[in-house]
């Protein structure tokens, strides 16, 4: 299925959402001089470098929980430093704030849909043209909302009138809390040079650490 995007449809949004993980506080109240003393209490790390904790650990752990931004960026960070060749790969967050850095080279990169609460990954054909050529790898959906249009246009550079989309032939999954792992496997498949819609995933065992 091939979807055009116009330049009318490419708006900006209002502000980012917070992606970063907050730690707690718990206040102290001493009653005889009325000081308020706070103390964070930090989460242990899971993968300190990756900037990931033992909640995140939980997350992949947990067959019905979604997978959320830390693993995500986490995960195109290690792609990143293995396929230095692979472009793309931004933090998720700039699909928030439409922060992309423009790219001009193919690129890989997963996007979450805020409009349908949802990870998908995406790759580009042809940059540099008249009109860029976007494939999209969706585990569920064959349409694209105007948040996932937007972050493309974003990407690839809102300047060009048109914007073609492809949507692949790829597995679907089964229910509704897996589509990061998929996503993430899609952006694997595609950093290793092949094509995610040629693979059969297991998704049973896509959560074993």
């Known amino acids: 299925m091939e979807v055009a995007l ?20 718990a206040i102290e109240i001493n009653d005889g001089d009325q000081c308020l003393q706070s103390a964070e209490l930090e989460e242990p790390y899971w993968i300190k470098d990756l900037l990931l904790y033992d909640s995140d650990k939980r997350v992949l752990e947990s067959p ?47 996007l979450y849909d805020e409009v349908r609460h949802h990870w998908l990954a995406i790759a580009s054909v042809s940059i ?18 105007s948040h996932v249009k937007k972050q493309i246009a974003c990407i690839v550079n809102s300047a060009y009138p048109r914007i ?31 094509k995610p819609e040629k693979y059969v995933f297991d998704q049973c065992l896509m959560r074993t650490i």
């Open 64 to 110: 019905t929980t979604w997978i959320n931004g830390s693993i995500i960026d986490a995960s195109q960070e290690l792609l990143g430093l293995k396929f230095k060749h692979c472009k793309g790969l931004q933090s998720v967050a700039c699909g928030y704030s439409m922060t992309f850095c423009i790219q001009r080279r193919e690129f890989v990169q997963i």
């Open 164 to 194: 073609k989309i492809n949507f692949m032939d790829v597995i679907v999954q089964n229910g509704s809390d897996d589509c990061g792992l998929f996503a993430v496997a899609y952006a694997t498949c595609i950093c290793h040079g092949k």
């Open 6 to 25: 116009r330049k009318k449809e490419f708006s900006e949004r209002k502000e980012p959402l917070q992606m970063d993980k907050m730690s707690e506080k």
């Open 128 to 145: 540099g043209k008249d009109e860029p050529v976007v494939n999209v790898y969706d585990s569920m959906f064959h349409t694209a909302s």
